[in-house]
Each structure stands twice: as structure tokens, then as C-alpha cells.
């Protein structure tokens, strides 16, 4: 048990995958809420990209920094990248310079994604 966490609602976060719960800290007990969505990125052209999660503007920046140093999920033609447990929401593909590859919406459910290429 961590000691000392402040009491309140978290993003729990992996870095390569993206979202994957909320933490609500409440007193002694915390509960963790992961999602149930999937995401599978078909490439058509090879591409190294990350995700940035649904409702995480106030963490964005220390989020991108740490992603553009090590981030990278890669998509190579004919072999996707599947994610799961994410939680439902609108998620922006960058590239390691941070520009936005594309928008995507997931969940419910599976979300299967081709990327023509830059």
C-alpha cells in the first residue's frame, strides 16, 4: 500500500498501450476500472506511432514528453498492432515528432483502423 496518494480519480496510463483504467482512491481502498475496448492499426506503409487517451489534457505534456523519448508501437505491412483493455473514447495516433497521424474513435467493442500511409 502506497502511503501518503492523495484521494481522488486517476488515469492509469502505459506508456506503449495507452489507457488502461481509471483508479479511484477513496480513504485506504483504491478500485481500478480497466477498459474493455480493443484496437487493432493495420499499416499499409511501415509507421511508428503512439496513442494519446481520451481525458487526458491536464497530463498531455509530461505524457508527450516521455512518449517521444521511448514511444513507439510500429506497424509494419501485413502485421497489425492490437491493443486491448482500453477504455472507450477518441484517441489521436502522432508520430515521434507529435504531429497527428490520424483521429480515431474506440470502443465499444473492437476498432480496426488502416493507415494508408504519410
Keep these: 500500500m502506497n502511503k501518503g496518494v492523495i484521494p481522488g480519480r486517476y488515469l492509469y496510463f502505459e506508456i506503449q498501450g495507452g489507457a488502461r483504467g481509471r483508479v479511484e482512491i477513496s480513504g485506504p481502498k483504491?478500485?481500478?476500472e480497466f477498459g474493455s475496448s480493443s484496437l487493432e492499426v493495420l499499416s499499409l506503409a511501415p509507421v511508428s506511432f503512439?496513442?494519446?487517451?481520451?481525458d487526458c489534457q491536464e497530463i498531455l505534456e509530461i505524457v508527450e514528453v516521455a512518449?517521444?523519448?521511448d514511444p513507439m508501437l510500429k506497424a509494419a505491412p501485413g502485421e497489425p498492432v492490437r491493443l486491448s483493455h482500453l477504455l472507450e473514447g477518441e484517441y489521436e495516433l502522432r508520430d515521434k515528432e507529435g504531429a497527428t497521424?490520424?483521429?480515431i474513435m474506440v470502443g465499444p467493442g473492437e476498432t480496426r483502423i488502416?493507415?494508408?500511409?504519410r
Design 30 to 32: 483504491a478500485k481500478v
Design 50 to 54: 503512439y496513442l494519446i487517451p481520451p
Design 67 to 69: 512518449l517521444t523519448k
Design 101 to 103: 497521424i490520424e483521429k
Design 114 to 117: 488502416t493507415l494508408k500511409g
